[in-house]
């Protein structure tokens, strides 16, 4: 069975790491919030892998940066953990992955970069 795709591979990239960025942001601004909105940007994660079978280069570049958290055999129980964490290695976290510096800016570079699909 073909499916058919209406977004092309990286504006689609690019709208699921704004839409787990927003519920990281939604987390990090109300405490109450972190299970669920944490759960709710895992639940992006199946979408992102089966979209990136599309492209092996734009595939192995997400596997060096992020492997960690969306390739990995465990990435279920790392998302599980990261929504309960203390607040304090939750926000080191957080800064780690949606933060200036972090992972997921890196990500928009790679989705948006010339000759991605």
């Known amino acids: ?23 990281i942001q939604e987390a990090l601004a109300d405490e109450a919030s972190q299970a669920g909105a944490i759960s709710e940007a895992a639940g992006a994660l199946p979408l992102m892998r089966d979209r990136l079978r599309e492209d ?4 192995a570049q997400f596997m060096l940066v992020f492997s960690d958290y969306l390739f990995e055999p465990n990435v ?3 998302w599980a953990v990261f ?10 976290q957080a800064a780690a992955l949606i ?4 992972i997921f800016p890196v ?7 010339p000759g991605a699909s």
């Open 1 to 23: 069975m073909t499916t058919t795709r209406r977004t092309e591979l990286a504006p689609f990239l690019l709208d699921l790491l704004d839409f787990m960025e927003e519920k």
């Open 56 to 59: 092996d280069v734009m595939k």
């Open 76 to 78: 279920a129980e790392w």
């Open 83 to 92: 929504a309960r964490m203390d607040r304090a290695t939750f926000e080191k």
């Open 99 to 102: 933060g200036s510096e972090g």
């Open 107 to 113: 990500l928009r570079v790679v989705a948006a970069s």
